[in-house]
């Protein structure tokens, strides 16, 4: 998915935009764009809500559940909460080895 900075940018260089309304039509997107994120982001969870509801096990919850999917290869979907504080630290041996992981 694209963000709206990219989208006002490859706008902006198209041979069909007017740039004369430039300014005022990237203005006027802004809500526009924003309900459309809105709306994907809805979309999102409430497939991720049906597939608990249905017992698919096709979901995980918790950090060190996703760490291990992820370390499998076996996420489809990846779901993050913005500005979570998560760090993750990775702890290796002398030899570059990886020994442990936390978040």
């Known amino acids: 998915m694209s963000g709206s900075a990219n989208f006002k940018s490859v706008l902006s260089k198209s041979d069909l935009f007017?740039?004369?309304l430039a300014?005022?039509?990237?203005?006027?997107s802004e809500d526009v764009l924003k309900d459309v994120k809105f709306m994907q982001?809805?979309?999102?969870?409430?497939?991720?809500?049906?597939?608990?509801?249905?017992?698919?096990?096709?979901?995980?919850?918790?950090?060190?559940?996703m760490m291990c999917h992820l370390d499998l290869s076996c996420v489809e979907k990846l779901i993050v909460f913005?500005?979570?504080?998560?760090?993750?630290?990775?702890?290796?041996?002398?030899?570059?080895?990886?020994?442990s992981s936390s978040s």
């Open 18 to 20: 007017d740039g004369r």
């Open 23 to 28: 300014d005022k039509a990237i203005q006027l």
């Open 41 to 65: 982001e809805k979309k999102l969870i409430v497939s991720f809500f049906e597939e608990i509801t249905t017992d698919s096990g096709k979901y995980c919850f918790g950090v060190d559940d």
């Open 82 to 99: 913005e500005d979570h504080p998560w760090i993750r630290y990775e702890l290796r041996d002398e030899d570059g080895g990886l020994k």
